[in-house]
């Protein structure tokens, strides 16, 4: 009988561990591409449509409001 329950318990333990490196994989991938889940703002998405009629742009963003991702994103060699 003993067994038995130290079998589930390493199953579930078995279970539980692979869980956490699942979410560890996709924390990682989601961590080194953060174009694909890029949502530009407003004035982002302005910025970007204004490159098919404007061949020079200004884009001026405060600290934290993703200009690094938004610049990115509108680099062809990115895409």
Not at 26 to 41: A, I, S
């Amino acid at each position: 009988m003993k067994n038995s329950s130290i079998g589930r318990r390493d199953s579930r333990s078995n279970s539980a561990l692979q869980f956490v490196q699942t979410l560890a994989v996709l924390d990682e991938r989601r961590n080194r591409n953060k174009l694909r889940g890029y949502d530009p703002y407003l004035k982002q998405k302005e910025f970007h449509a204004a490159g098919a009629r404007h061949r020079e742009r200004l884009f001026m963003a405060g600290n934290q409001l993703g200009f690094n991702v938004g610049a990115a994103k509108n680099d062809p060699a990115v895409k």
